[in-house]
């Protein structure tokens, strides 16, 4: 989301986590299902249709289709972000074919009994630069290391930190600054901003029931983006290609809770030796 305002942020009773995660594997599913299927030949209006059906069959509503972040800007036409090489994020599905070496990268959200979903993953088309692959492993790897940095009673800041410093220990990548991770719940977007760069030990708290939208973009050139005249477009200034990864997270008095990943996170998180701590049913 777009920068704003600093604050602690929604904070939801274990049915409504419950929710969350209803509205989590809705996405999860679609962007596993996705990254199945995406490939050269197709264009990204049919990537979209892939997460139209599975709302469809879900009979959940899209996070994103219609949506209005104000200051004018013409409602979001689509129910994904398809970002293709140097767009960084809010691509629009639109009659561009996908061709062999594209990094594409899928962000959506879903909304189950009034709270939503968000999550991106970027994917490789055919085969790309082993640069690309780089690029995107760092990113993704960053995002792990900014969820295995929230904890009780910790600050926005120590994910922050973490995710900054990931990156740069991955290589010499742009960290994007236009835009960061968010709360979420009701909304796709509310406070708090989680920046994916910045200090330990800043921000808000992070309290037991708060819901995050975790999701470093970097680039392979520098940081800088700018908006194309669509006024949803994002693209990297130096035409260097960018990755987003994205996911919805709780923490738990057990641990984390990843509620876009399939499997609440438990192999990632387990890998990493950091604690797995989903709600019981
Ligand atoms: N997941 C995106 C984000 O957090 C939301 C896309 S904006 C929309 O920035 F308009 F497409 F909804
Ligand atoms: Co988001």
Known sequence: MKRSRRSGGEI?????LK???????????????????????MTTREVDAIAVEVLARAGAASSFLGYEPGYGVPPYPAVTCLSVNEVVVHGIPSDRVLADGDLLCVDFGA??????????????????????????????????????AARIGGKIGDISWAIQQSITSSGRYGIVRDYTGHGIGHQMHQPPDVPNYGPAGRGPVIQRGLCLAIEPMATAGNHRTEILDDEWTVVTC????????????????????????LDGGEAELTRRGLPFGPLAD
């Open 12 to 16: 939801l009773s274990d049915d409504e």
């Open 19 to 41: 929710l969350m995660r209803k509205a989590g594997l809705v996405v999860a599913r679609a962007l596993d299902e996705i990254t199945r299927t995406a490939r050269a030949g």
């Open 111 to 148: 909304i189950v009994g009034g709270y939503h979903g968000d999550a991106a993953r970027s994917i490789a088309i055919g085969e790309v630069e082993p640069q690309v692959t780089k690029l995107s492993d760092a990113t993704r790897e960053a995002m792990w290391a900014g969820i295995g």
């Open 238 to 261: 130096d035409n260097s290609v960018a990755a987003h990864w994205e996911n919805t997270i709780t923490v738990t008095p057990h641990g984390l809770w990843v509620l876009t990943e």
